[in-house]
């Protein structure tokens, strides 16, 4: 097991906000419990982030990396494309339940930090926009796999696929349960036809 002390300052501070900013919240979350937790000094803490601000633009950074990659590393253990598509559900599934119904680290700062335009909105929707690329590149893998799927129209449905995640997401999370994200895999087959 590694020391905390053994981490460097600054991935200490981004490894202390993935689990407070996910766990607590982020207006919930001060930075005195931050740099407590992430044992450094306050000076330490500033020289790297100037604000809490920027600190919340480098734990989005992070989680992004960390949440698309569980994601792809779930997908593409399938093998077939079909599979992969189902796949994206079945990792929601497992997510949700892993994180108690948690959420998205994404929609949960977004609703506490409702201004549309500043940086940590901007990272959110990069997030976003990347889950609905990848999404694209599947439903494209898709529509070149089989002659059956040559009527996918790719832009029109990635968009419907991504609401249908999206919506699952959060519905999951309002109830605490996996039958949104079962409803939203039923929806994307028969859209899909697959």
């Known amino acids: 097991m590694t020391n905390i002390l053994e981490i460097n300052p600054r991935e200490r501070i981004i490894d202390t906000a993935l689990r407070l900013f996910y766990e607590q919240g982020y207006l919930a979350t001060g930075i005195n419990q931050i740099i407590s937790e992430s044992q450094v000094a306050k000076a330490t803490f500033y020289s790297h982030f100037a604000s809490k601000e920027k600190l919340c ?20 253990a399938n093998t077939s494309t079909k599979e992969r598509l189902q796949g994206v559900f079945v990792f929601l599934k497992e ?70 995640v999206e919506g699952a997401i959060v519905a999951s999370q309002n109830y605490g ?10 929806a994307a087959c028969d859209l899909l036809k697959i």
């Open 57 to 76: 633009v480098a734990y989005l950074q992070a989680r992004h990396i960390i949440w698309m990659e569980w994601l792809k590393d779930s997908v593409e």
């Open 95 to 164: 997510w949700m339940e892993r994180c108690n119904f948690r959420g998205c680290a994404f929609l949960n700062i977004a609703s506490e930090v409702p201004t549309l335009n500043n940086n940590i909105r901007d990272e959110v929707i990069k997030h976003k926009d990347d889950l609905k690329l990848y999404l694209r590149q599947l439903i494209s893998l898709l529509k070149s796999s089989h002659k059956r799927y040559e009527d996918i129209n790719i832009e029109a449905d990635a968009d419907m696929i991504y609401v249908l």
């Open 177 to 186: 349960q996996v039958w949104p994200i079962e409803a939203a895999r039923k």
